[in-house]
């Protein structure tokens, strides 16, 4: 699966670990991963959903 400007990332173990250790953070799954992947990797979020956007754990980009 390609696309240009795209990048495959790995679901790893620290991400996984990450995932369950966002204090405050809400309890969707896919945004704990998603959230944790930037964190582990040190990358900014680029997102319009307000509870990501909101949870100062993260660096966020607002759309």
Request: charged share 15%; no cysteine; hydrophobic share 45%.
């Amino acid at each position: 699966m390609t696309y240009p400007g795209i990048q495959h990332l790995d679901l790893t173990l620290p991400i996984i670990v990450e995932s369950t250790r966002l204090i405050g953070f809400h309890k969707d799954p896919a945004d704990q991963l998603i959230v944790a992947t930037a964190r582990v990797l040190d990358l900014p979020l680029l997102t319009a959903d307000h509870k990501i956007l909101s949870y100062n754990g993260v660096k966020t980009l607002a759309h």
